[in-house]
């Protein structure tokens, strides 16, 4: 809970450090974002081989003392005055390779804390510290800036108090008891381990569908950022407190999401599909909604719907996967979520500004739907595949000749 809002007030700390460098603006800003959160997207799948190869614990501390390094680093230039915007681009480099090493290691390990029994509400309360984190996060940061005077120097303590935040993580890592741990042996290197990975997906059909709903809902729906600027200001004519007041209503419907997740003790295919529908059918009434406050209003509904269908998938692909696997699937799953995104918003954004913004919302919603269709033909097809090699068995001399 610390080290997330640390990480959330360093994001906004250091938005506003690129844009106090004179001569900064929009471009400067997406670059640094493009470079903080390109290595999730390339090294996440590597990262997942490296998790099943070494404890994940001390993966992780390794993971964090990096991540932690990094925001030191940035806020000592920016306090010292003289930060440039190349430091800012390595320096976002380099955290977003912790982040891609991090992330999967840290989605496997919670099976490793806790039972099968226990994973989905363990995952849903991790959710719940990361959505309150972001509430107060931002805020926080914002109230620091001006408390510290508003300037590059300001914004580098802030940085500042996020690289001692990762000191809380690190501490509990290391108070744990490891004979409580239900860590399985770290596979030794091998080759191919990471077509071992994609190839063990292909035989699990649930998983496969999973990752086909959650591909669709992460490329074409979750843009909210994007999409919520949009309507803020081409339809309803809003400055940056209203749009701020659309992130807080996503945030409490999250929340709210991650808090009802926390009381289930198990995961049904079947909550999966509806919270992708009703994320899907959530976005196109919000394009419709013909107020701002209409509009704000639909917000925790689209919070809702998202949390429960992340929450429900990472917790059927925790308790699904084998121990051995568990982090390679993570870090497919890590990567399918964090890098289609990226892969979207250039459709979505063209969408918005040809058609209007509205656009992006209905044709998102439409998206996610048909994604939901497609991922359940995906899920039968894998079925009847499984079903049909398991009555016609080969024959006695193909496997000889395999052999």
């Avoid at 994973?119 to 408390?147: M, Y």
């Avoid at 086909?212 to 339809?235: I, K, Y």
């Avoid at 809702?304 to 982090?327: F, H, K, M």
């Avoid at 979520?337 to 919302?361: H, K, Q």
Wanted: contains cysteine; glycine residues 14%.
């Amino acid at each position: 809970m610390i080290s997330n809002v640390g990480t959330w007030m360093q994001r906004v700390a250091q938005d506003w450090l690129v844009l106090t460098i004179p001569g900064n603006g929009g471009a400067e800003l997406g670059i640094t974002t493009g470079l903080q959160f390109l290595p999730v997207l390339l090294l996440s799948p590597y990262a997942g081989v490296i998790a099943d190869r070494f404890p994940k614990r001390r993966m992780l501390q390794v993971t964090q003392a990096t991540m932690a390094l990094a925001a030191l680093a940035l806020g000592v230039v920016a306090i010292s005055g003289h930060v440039e915007t190349w430091h800012i681009y390595v320096l976002a480099l380099a955290f977003g390779v912790g982040s891609a090493f991090d992330a999967p290691a840290r989605q496997a390990f919670v099976s490793e804390m806790v039972g099968p029994e226990d994973v989905t509400n363990a995952v849903s309360l991790n959710s719940a510290a990361f959505n309150t984190a972001r509430i107060l996060g931002p805020g926080l940061a914002g109230v620091l800036i001006g408390v510290f005077g508003g300037g590059t120097a300001a914004t580098g303590w802030v940085i500042g108090i996020n690289a001692v935040s990762y000191l809380a993580v690190i501490a509990q890592l290391e108070r744990m008891d490891v004979t409580a741990l239900r860590s399985p042996r770290p596979v030794g290197r091998q080759p191919g381990m990471l077509r071992e990975g994609v190839a063990y997906l292909r035989t699990q059909p649930k998983m496969m569908m999973i990752l086909v709903v959650v591909f669709f809902a992460g490329t074409f729906g979750m843009n909210f950022q994007m999409t919520s600027a949009l309507m803020a200001t081409e339809v309803f004519g809003k400055g940056a407190g209203e749009f701020g007041l659309l992130g807080s209503a996503l945030a409490v419907g999250s929340l709210s999401g991650a808090l009802i997740a926390a009381g289930r003790t198990r995961v049904r295919l079947r909550l999966i599909v509806g919270a992708a529908l009703a994320f899907g059918v959530a976005e196109i009434v919000a394009g419709l909604m013909p107020g701002y406050w209409t509009f704000v209003l639909m917000c925790p509904l689209i919070g809702l719907a998202t949390i429960t269908l992340l929450n429900s998938a990472n917790a059927t692909l925790q308790v699904e996967s084998d121990p051995l696997l568990r982090g390679r699937v993570m870090a497919l799953y890590m990567t399918i979520v964090m890098g289609g995104t990226p892969l979207g918003s250039p459709v979505i954004g063209w969408i918005g500004e040809t058609y209007g913004a509205r656009w992006t919302l209905l044709v998102g919603g439409a998206l996610v739907i048909v994604g939901v269709g497609l991922a359940l033909l995906v899920l039968r097809g894998a079925e009847r595949r499984i079903s049909d090699r398991a009555a016609d068995p080969a024959p006695v001399g193909s496997v000889m000749l395999r052999g």
